[in-house]
């Protein structure tokens, strides 16, 4: 499923956040009738748990704590630390290089989907896998896949029901930091973490409010969305074949979806890891072009075959 900072925040209308509701409770319906027994979240990150003085490609959180951005959960994740040591293990024996973490940050890109489909962020054991994104340089999308299939590889070994999921939105374009034009200030949190004060974060929170007003009144000059982009992408998912998107260069994808459509990233990770114990049919199928989230906003649900 798709994220957005506005979703906890005052500007979108009634009518759109009660139409992406419905979807959510579709989703919530589906996740409680499995009932899962661990939760695995591939998810990017907005500058608040990772950062330009290491940013890796990819990074399981051995433990886990919500930074509390855009009014989402603050404080630690109930995260198996032993699992996440052994998927760990597991995806680097596979051959795909991934950090890990012993006191991750996360943000609402990780925390907002377990908030909406749980109730609560701690509801469930997770563990959470970051996939960058965001920060320029990006490696390839076949990457995400084999990070995804060996996380599904290890997943079907442990005799347990886990819901794997993506947290991500289709094309968007919105005003995150970028390291090569960031003021110094700026520079200085993208780069070395400073903490934001709380007027610091209530300016984000202004700015982004007056950023989304703008893009959906079409007075602003970020990258329009692209919903035959994103149909072409689900379309694709849908039908499983992930190959295809291996195929998908970062200049193309950026072209097509807009600097944050990378995080579509953290859907071929997750639909990877059930492609991983074979074919797969999605169930749950929403898609909807939100100017006033500054994103197309998609949610799907998926099981084997």
Same mark, same amino acid.
């Given at each position: 499923?798709?994220? #957005?900072? !506005? !979703?906890?925040?005052?500007?979108? @209308?009634?009518?759109?956040?009660?139409?992406?509701?419905?979807a959510i409770a579709q989703a919530r319906d589906f996740a409680a009738a499995f009932d899962p027994?661990?939760?695995?979240?591939? @998810?990017?990150?907005h500058?608040?748990?990772?950062?330009?003085?290491?940013?890796?490609?990819?990074?399981?959180?051995? #433990?886990? @704590?919500?930074?509390g951005d855009y009014g989402t959960?603050?404080?630690? !994740?109930?995260?198996?630390?032993?699992?996440?040591?052994?998927?760990?293990?597991?995806?680097?024996?596979?051959?795909?290089?991934?950090?890990? #973490?012993?006191?991750?940050?996360v943000d609402h890109g990780t925390v907002q989907p377990l908030e909406k489909l749980f109730g609560a962020a701690t509801a469930c054991p997770v563990i959470p896998v970051f996939v960058n994104g965001i920060a320029v340089p990006l490696g390839p999308l076949h990457r995400c896949r084999a990070l995804g299939a060996a996380v599904g590889a290890y997943l079907a070994g442990l005799d347990r029901r886990v819901l794997v999921m993506g947290s991500g939105g289709l094309s968007h374009s919105p005003p995150v930091p970028a390291l090569a034009t960031a003021s110094p200030a700026v520079r200085e949190r993208i780069v070395h973490?400073?903490?934001?004060?709380?007027?610091?974060?209530?300016?984000?929170?202004?700015?982004?409010?007056?950023?989304?007003?703008?893009f959906a009144g079409g007075a602003s000059d970020l990258q329009p969305l692209n919903p035959a982009w994103d149909h072409r992408f689900l379309e694709i998912v849908d039908a499983g074949r992930l190959?295809?998107?291996?195929?998908? #260069?970062n200049s193309f994808v950026s072209h097509e979806g807009g600097s944050s459509a990378h995080e579509i990233r953290t859907w071929v990770a997750a639909f990877a890891a059930l492609e991983a114990v074979g074919p797969y049919r999605t169930t749950v199928r929403y898609y909807k072009?939100?100017?006033?989230?500054?994103?197309?906003?998609?949610?799907?649900?998926?099981v084997p075959q």
């Open positions: 499923m798709s994220h #957005s900072p !506005l !979703l906890n925040l005052p500007g979108p @209308s009634r009518a759109l956040l009660d139409d992406i509701d419905g027994e661990l939760v695995v979240i591939f @998810s990017p990150d500058y608040n748990g990772f950062f330009y003085k290491v940013m890796p490609s990819f990074c399981i959180g051995l #433990s886990a @704590s919500g930074v959960h603050t404080g630690p !994740l109930d995260v198996p630390g032993d699992l996440a040591f052994g998927c760990a293990e597991a995806v680097l024996e596979a051959g795909v290089d991934v950090a890990v #973490s012993a006191s991750m940050d973490g400073r903490p934001m004060t709380d007027e610091q974060r209530q300016a984000r929170q202004t700015a982004v409010i007056e950023a989304a007003r703008d190959a295809d998107v291996e195929q998908w #260069s072009p939100a100017p006033e989230l500054i994103a197309g906003f998609a949610v799907r649900t998926a």
